[in-house]
Nanobody, 120 residues
Framework: QVQLVESGGGSVQAGDSLRLSCAASGRTFSSYAMGWFRQAPGKAREFVAAISRSGGRTRYADSVKGRFTMSRDKNTVYLQMNSLKPEDTAVYSC???????????????WGQGTQVTVSS
């Protein structure tokens, strides 16, 4: 089992950048494929980005492609968010899946989320 804790959210202006982090507990973090999701008020949760277990593959939602970059190291995954837009405002959560190696996973462990607010 893995525990996930996100950090790095905040309030920024349109065009600014933020880097979210998701720290994972447990010695088997490298065996999990990871994802970032977001949920805006009154909207369903949506996929943002995913990274494979090895870190060699990534996948992005069309809405963030070219602006967001997901990466991972030994115990943390990151989401570098550039050129932020007001429509990026949401609670961002990371997720983990131990039974998936790629970027199309059914994540079963979730963090509590971190708020990102982008004003125009």
């Amino acid at each position: 089992q893995v525990q996930l804790v996100e950090s790095g959210g905040g309030s920024v202006q349109a065009g600014d950048s933020l880097r979210l982090s998701c720290a994972a507990s447990g010695r088997t973090f490298s065996s999990y494929a990871m994802g970032w999701f977001r949920q805006a008020p009154g909207k369903a949760r949506e996929f943002v980005a995913a990274i494979s277990r090895s870190g060699g593959r990534t996948r992005y939602a069309d809405s963030v492609k070219g602006r967001f970059t997901m990466s991972r190291d030994k115990n943390t995954v990151y989401l570098q968010m550039n050129s932020l837009k007001p429509e990026d405002t949401a609670v961002y959560s990371c997720a983990a899946d131990q039974d998936c190696a790629g970027t199309y996973c059914e994540y079963d462990y979730w963090g509590q989320g971190t708020q990102v607010t982008v004003s125009s």
